[in-house]
């Protein structure tokens, strides 16, 4: 194996893991016969296959944290407890993305810190690739290479709203090849309750509800569903943003947006996330509600899949954008400059995040009637925006109309987004 890392002390080490050869594939294959993992079909990689995925993560791991000061720096995934595959009884599925799989760890096997200090190893999950990406040869490299950067990301980070990572596999990223199947490398994660993209249903069935019942108290008919959000021209200079803002009163009220505390302060805690990672030079690229959870038992929010994260050069301009791929991210939420694969920076996530918190306040998915490519002509080319309700509180609305612009410099930085949500959410 080439040589990795040689100023980042003990990466190599995480990557490569303990030496395994046949004989841990041929003890795995006998001695684990879990229910559990039996229901996983489909999972065996060819031996050709497994050893070219751990020379091509190894390799394009190396080459993006060899760029990261930061991670070099910070990096704690080599002194977290590993797990080899028999040490953990599995349970159910409980998630299936484009990549990778989550399932719940029914209990450990072997004695570890996780265990002692857990009352319910349930509290954990393990995070694989996907078994469908066996015949997807360029899926598989994007997805094992994704998995193991977010491992190296997640133990770099110390926030109270980012998931931590508390395990992986014994074998790093040689476990490919040394157990024979795609779930041969994983990570050891945190359970959380809900994702953010439940919770938003929940409180769209239950707002929905509350509008049905206070009609049937007045005798009015008409359609208890959501009305889909309409669409505006994004803001092209700062004199429209402020001549915008100038002809608005604030005239939110409270009592007509349920839930209305909680509701905020998720996004508070989402920019508190976003902006502790854009302190640190860490560009998250991926924000959605699917990428945001709830973790009930630290009544925190918490933010998770890092698997796009990047690590930005060092720049005393905020605004500065820099060549990276483009199209990267979920199309419904994707800043207009990365979907039409200009240079970009910080500002990307600031776009993002103003299409989550315009979700969080419409409980309604933005661009709901799109396809995926459809929303990418509608922001990029035709500079479209969902629309900004005049009923929600005038600080939010400027703050999403600076964020939808199509200028990186007149959007905000993450850390004024925070400041600002975190004033409104003190009005509560």
């Known amino acids: 194996m080439p040589r990795l890392f040689p100023t980042a002390r003990g990466v190599r080490k995480t990557l490569s893991g303990s030496s395994h050869k046949g004989s841990r594939h041929d003890k795995y294959q006998n001695n684990h016969t879990s229910a559990s993992h039996s229901t996983c079909t489909g999972i065996s990689l060819t031996e050709g296959d497994a050893d070219w995925i751990v020379r ?3 390799t ?20 977290l407890p590993r797990f080899a595959l028999e040490d953990l009884e599995m349970g159910e599925l409980l998630a299936n993305g484009g990549f990778c799989e989550v399932r719940e760890i029914k209990s450990f096997l072997v004695s570890n810190d996780l265990d002692r200090n857990s009352v319910d190893p349930k509290r954990y999950v393990i995070k694989h690739l996907a078994p469908k990406l066996v015949s997807k040869p360029k899926q598989l490299a994007i997805g094992a290479k994704d998995l193991v950067m977010e491992g190296f990301v997640l133990s770099s980070l110390n926030h109270e709203n980012i998931l931590e990572v508390k395990g992986f596999a014994s074998s790093g990223v040689s476990g490919y090849a040394a157990t024979g199947r795609i779930d041969g490398f994983f990570l050891v994660l945190p359970r959380l309750d809900k994702t953010l993209h439940r919770q938003l249903h929940e409180w769209k069935v239950a707002v929905r509800r509350q509008k049905k019942l206070l009609r049937k108290a007045s005798d009015v008919s008409g359609d208890a569903s959501a009305a889909v959000p309409a669409l505006e021209e994004a803001s092209s200079s700062e004199e429209a943003v402020e001549d915008s803002a100038a002809e608005e009163v604030d005239t939110f009220d409270p009592e007509q947006f349920p839930f209305c505390a909680a509701r905020i302060q998720t996004a508070v ?47 005393n301009d905020p605004d500065k954008g820099f060549k990276l791929p483009g199209n990267t991210g979920t199309a419904r939420y994707m800043a207009p400059e990365v979907v039409r694969s200009e240079p970009y920076g910080f500002k990307a996530d600031v776009y993002s995040f ?75």
């Open 56 to 58: 091509k993560t190894e």
């Open 60 to 79: 394009r791991v190396a080459e993006t944290v060899a760029k990261s000061n930061y991670i070099q720096k910070h990096c704690k995934l080599y002194k």
């Open 269 to 315: 805690e989402v920019s508190s996330a976003i902006a502790y990672c854009h302190r640190n030079r860490i560009l998250y690229r991926d924000l959605k509600p699917a990428n945001v959870g709830y973790c009930f038992e630290e009544d925190r929010v918490k933010l998770f899949d890092f698997g796009l994260a990047v690590e930005l050069p060092p720049s």
């Open 354 to 428: 103003c299409v989550l918190l315009h979700e969080i306040m419409a409980l309604a998915k933005p661009f709901e009637k799109f396809t995926g490519q459809e929303v990418k002509e509608q922001v990029a080319t035709l500079g479209r925006r969902p629309a900004i309700d005049k009923s929600w509180p005038l600080s939010v609305r400027k703050l999403l109309r600076r964020g939808f612009s199509d200028v990186t410099e007149i959007r905000p930085s993450m850390e004024d987004i925070q400041d600002i949500l975190e004033d409104l959410v003190d009005c509560f």
